[in-house]
C-alpha cells in the first residue's frame, strides 16, 4: 500500500482509506513500543476478562456464607483467606471486578455524553450560551470533586446507581470543556468554511467534521477518567453512599473490613490492591494513549 | 499588582454567587419533606406544618434561596438541625482540625515531591529516578482510604507505634484556644502535649499527602528537566558553578511555576481527600462534620459545610495565582 502512495503524483490525492488507517496504525505502533503502557492494557485487559467470566471462574459464589469458617487466614482452600461471613474473599474481588469496571466505564460514557452536549453547543454557537455553560463548567470544577460526589449521593439517597450518576455528573465539565475547545479551534478551519459555503447543515458539520477530530483527546480523557471514577466509585462505597452490602463493590467490601482490621487484615489488603492495581493499569494505559495519540496533550 | 488582585477578587463574586446557587438547588431537589425527616413519622401534620413555617420551607424556591443568600452575607449559616447551635459558631473548631490536616499534609507534599523532583531530575535515569516515579505512578492510583486502612494496620495494630485515631490523647486533652492544637499546645508551652499532637498527626497527614506528594515530583521532574536543557544552565555549569547552585539556585527558581499551578490544584484536591481521610482516622475535622449531617439529614449543615469547603478551595486557587507575581516577575498583570 506505501508503495502505491509513493508512486502517485503529488497532484493525485491519496485513496481515502489511506488517509483514515494511518494515523491509528502508527498511534499503535508507538503504544506497542511503550512498555509501561502495553504492562497498562493488559492489566486492564486482565481485569475486564475477570469482570465478564466472573459467574465462571470464581471458586464460589457472591454470598455463599459459611459460618463456620468466618475470618480463616489465607490458605490453600481459600487463596485470600475468608470474611466476617465466611464468604471467599478471591470470589468477592472477582466478582467485584464486574462491578467496578462497569460503573468506571458507564460513568466515563455518561459523562462523555453529555460533555460533548454541552461542549458542542458551547464551542459552537458561542456567545450567551457559551457563556453560561462556560460559567457552570468553571464553578463546578471550583468544587473538590469528592465533595460533589458526596452532595450529589446525599440527595439522590445511597445506592450503586446514584453513586454512578454522580460520578458521572462530576466529570461532565472535564469533558465539556474539551470538546467545547476543540470545536473552536476547529470551526476556525478553512475546510469547515467551505462546507457551510456549500451549506452543509449544522448537525451534519458536527457528526462529520467536527466530532471525528475529537475523538483522541476523548479516548485519551476518557481512559484516564475511568482510573478516577472507579476510585471515586470505591470512594463512595466505603463512605456507605454507594454499592450496599451486601454487593462485593471494592470500596464497599472495604468499608466492612474496617472492623476486622486487627484480626482479618487480608480482607482489607486485597480488595485495596485490586482497586490499585486497576487504576494503576488504567492510568498507565492512558498515559500511553496520550504519548501515542496525541502528544501535544503532555504536559 | 493591587489593581490584578481586587480584580480577581471581584471575579470571585459570580462563582460564589454560582456555588451557593447550585449547592441550593441540590439540597432542595431533595425528595420528601425535611421537616417531616426532621420530626419522624410519628409527627403530626400540623408539627410538620409549624416547622415548614418556622423554616421557610413554605416560600417560594427563589424567596427562599435570595434570603439565605443574605444569610450568609451577614455571616449567618443557618442552624444544625441536631444540635440547634448556629453553623457559623459550631463551625470552626472542625474547620480548625482540617486546616490542621491539610497544612501538615500540603507540607509534607511540598518538601518530599519537589526534592524527589528535583533529584530525580538531576540524577535522570539514576537508580533513584526510576525508584522515585515508580512510586510516584504507583501514589496517585492508590485509593486513599486503602492507604489509611494499611498505614493504621502497620503502624498501629501491628508495630504499635503511632496512635491510629484522633487527635490528642483522650485522657490529657489539649486546652483549646485557636483549635489548632500544635498552635495551642505551643502557647501553653506543653511540649508533652504538642508531641502527642504531633504523633496523632503523623499518619493521617501522610495519607493525605500521598497523591499530591506523587503529583508534585512528577511535575517537578518534568519542568526542571525541560528548565536544565536551556543555555543559560549551561553557561553557569561553564563558568564552573557547583551543580548544587545550579539546580537549587537557576533552574529551580525557573521550573517552579508549573509546581505552583499544580500545589495550588492539590490543595484542593486534598480537600476532599480530607474527607476520606478523617473518616478512617477518626479526625474531628470538617469531612466528618459534614459526614455526620448527611447521616442525620442535617440540610443546613451539609449546605453549609460544603459551601465553606468550597470557598476555601477558591480562595487557595486565588493565592497561587497571586503568588505567581512574586516568584516570577516576568509575569504582568494588565
Not at chain 2, 282 to 309: H, T
Request: proline share 5%; net charge neutral.
Amino acid at each position: 500500500m506505501s508503495q502505491v502512495a509513493e508512486n502517485q503524483s503529488p497532484l493525485q490525492p491519496s485513496s481515502q482509506h489511506d488517509e483514515v488507517v494511518s494515523p491509528w496504525l502508527d498511534a499503535w505502533r508507538k503504544f506497542r513500543k511503550n512498555k509501561l503502557a502495553l504492562f497498562g492494557a493488559i492489566t486492564v485487559i486482565f481485569f475486564i476478562i475477570l469482570g465478564i467470566l466472573s459467574p465462571w471462574i470464581a471458586p464460589q459464589g457472591i454470598n455463599d456464607q459459611n459460618m463456620a469458617n468466618t475470618l480463616q487466614a489465607p490458605s490453600s482452600s481459600h487463596l485470600l483467606g475468608t470474611d466476617d461471613f465466611g464468604r471467599d474473599v478471591l470470589s468477592r474481588i472477582i466478582h467485584g471486578a464486574r462491578i467496578s469496571l462497569w460503573v468506571g466505564f458507564l460513568s466515563v460514557v455518561g459523562s462523555i455524553v453529555m460533555g460533548c452536549l454541552l461542549g458542542i453547543l458551547a464551542g459552537y454557537y458561542g456567545r450567551w450560551v457559551d457563556t453560561i455553560i462556560s460559567r457552570l463548567f468553571d464553578i463546578m470544577l471550583a468544587f473538590p470533586s469528592i465533595l460533589l460526589a458526596i452532595t450529589i449521593v446525599a440527595v439522590l439517597g445511597p445506592s450503586l446507581q446514584n453513586a454512578l450518576i454522580a460520578i458521572a455528573i462530576i466529570n461532565v465539565p472535564n469533558f465539556g470543556r474539551l470538546i467545547r475547545s476543540k470545536v473552536l479551534s476547529v470551526k476556525q478551519e478553512e475546510y469547515i468554511m467551505a462546507a457551510k459555503a456549500i451549506g452543509m447543515k449544522d448537525s451534519r458539520l458536527l457528526m462529520k467534521h467536527i466530532l471525528p477530530n475529537s475523538i483522541s483527546p476523548i479516548i485519551v480523557q476518557g481512559t484516564l477518567s475511568i482510573g478516577t471514577a472507579i476510585i471515586e466509585a470505591a470512594a463512595l462505597g466505603f463512605l456507605g453512599l454507594g454499592a450496599q452490602p451486601p454487593q462485593p463493590e471494592w470500596g464497599q467490601m472495604l468499608a466492612e473490613s474496617k472492623a476486622y482490621i486487627t484480626t482479618a487484615p487480608w480482607t482489607m489488603i486485597f480488595p485495596g490492591l485490586a482497586i490499585m492495581l486497576t487504576v494503576l493499569g488504567f492510568n498507565l494505559m492512558g498515559d500511553g494513549l496520550r504519548d501515542a495519540l496525541d502528544p501535544k496533550m503532555k504536559h | 499588582m493591587l489593581t490584578y488582585t481586587l480584580r480577581r477578587l471581584l471575579m470571585l463574586i459570580p462563582v460564589l454567587l454560582g456555588m451557593a446557587l447550585i449547592v441550593f438547588f441540590i439540597i432542595h431537589a431533595i425528595p420528601g419533606d425535611p421537616a417531616q425527616i426532621i420530626l419522624g413519622q410519628q409527627a403530626t401534620e400540623e408539627n410538620v406544618e409549624a416547622l415548614n413555617e418556622q423554616l421557610g420551607l413554605n416560600e417560594p424556591l427563589y424567596v427562599q434561596f435570595f434570603s439565605y443568600l443574605g444569610n450568609i452575607l451577614t455571616g449567618d449559616l443557618g442552624e444544625s438541625f441536631q444540635t440547634n447551635n448556629a453553623i457559623s459558631e459550631e463551625v470552626w473548631p472542625f474547620l480548625a482540625a482540617t486546616i490542621e490536616l491539610s497544612f501538615v499534609a500540603m507540607l509534607i507534599a511540598i518538601v518530599i515531591g519537589v526534592n524527589a523532583g528535583i533529584i530525580s531530575a538531576w540524577f535522570q535515569n539514576s537508580w533513584f529516578d526510576y525508584s522515585a516515579m515508580l512510586l510516584a505512578l504507583i501514589g496517585v492510583s492508590i485509593p486513599i482510604f486503602w492507604l489509611g486502612l494499611m498505614e493504621q494496620w502497620a503502624f498501629s495494630v501491628e508495630l504499635n507505634w503511632l496512635p491510629s485515631s484522633g487527635r490528642e490523647n483522650v485522657r490529657d486533652p489539649v486546652e483549646p484556644i485557636t483549635h489548632l492544637f500544635l498552635i495551642d499546645t505551643l502557647i501553653q508551652g506543653r511540649l508533652d502535649q504538642f508531641v502527642d499532637v504531633v504523633r496523632h498527626l503523623i499518619l493521617p497527614s501522610v495519607a493525605l499527602a500521598t497523591i499530591p506528594m506523587a503529583i508534585i515530583a512528577r511535575i517537578t521532574r518534568s519542568s526542571m528537566l525541560e528548565v536544565m536543557k536551556s543555555d543559560y544552565i549551561r553557561t553557569a555549569r561553564a563558568k564552573g558553578m557547583r551543580m548544587f547552585g545550579v539546580v537549587y539556585k537557576h533552574s529551580l527558581k525557573n521550573a517552579v511555576i508549573p509546581v505552583l499551578t499544580i500545589i495550588g490544584l492539590q490543595t484542593g484536591l486534598l480537600l476532599g481527600g480530607a474527607i476520606l481521610t478523617e473518616t478512617i482516622f477518626s479526625w474531628p475535622g470538617i469531612g466528618r462534620y459534614i459526614y455526620g449531617a448527611i447521616d442525620a439529614r442535617d440540610y443546613p449543615v451539609i449546605q453549609s459545610g460544603v459551601l465553606i469547603v468550597a470557598t476555601m478551595f477558591i480562595f487557595i486557587n486565588l493565592i497561587v495565582d497571586l503568588l505567581y507575581a512574586a516568584v516570577d516577575p516576568r509575569i504582568k498583570y494588565h
